[in-house]
Nanobody
Framework: QVQLVESGGGLVEAGASLRLSCAAS????????MGWFRQAPGKEREFVAA????????YYADSVKGRFTISRHNAKNTMYLQMISLKPEDTAVYYC?????????????????WGQGTQVTVSS
């Protein structure tokens, strides 16, 4: 079992930055990959970024490449998403997810545990 809690969301203006955190507990954090997804109102949940167990490989959606950076600190059982140059279209609920048994890095079916989400709102 893995429990995940996101934090760091909020209301910001376009062009601002935010850092989301995801605190994990339960299974040994360094034994699984992690990802961030988001869901905007009226839209399906979509992949944002993912990171392997040791941070050696990272993956990003084209829409966030160059603006978002995923990282993890295994000693702190925490994953991060640094977001810069935020745009109104980044407005969504952001979810962190643990890929313990899964396959795909890019689809929500590849992840086994989910947090409750944190709201990010970017005003124009």
């Amino acid at each position: 079992q893995v429990q995940l809690v996101e934090s760091g969301g909020g209301l910001v203006e376009a062009g601002a930055s935010l850092r989301l955190s995801c605190a994990a507990s339960g299974r040994t954090f360094s034994s699984y990959g992690m990802g961030w997804f988001r869901q905007a109102p009226g839209k399906e949940r979509e992949f944002v970024a993912a990171i392997t167990w040791n941070g050696g490989n990272t993956y990003y959606a084209d829409s966030v490449k160059g603006r978002f950076t995923i990282s993890r600190h295994n000693a702190k059982n925490t994953m991060y998403l640094q977001m810069i140059s935020l745009k109104p279209e980044d407005t969504a609920v952001y979810y962190c997810a643990a890929r313990v048994y899964g396959s795909s890095w890019f689809h929500e079916n590849g992840y086994d545990y989910w947090g409750q989400g944190t709201q990010v709102t970017v005003s124009s």
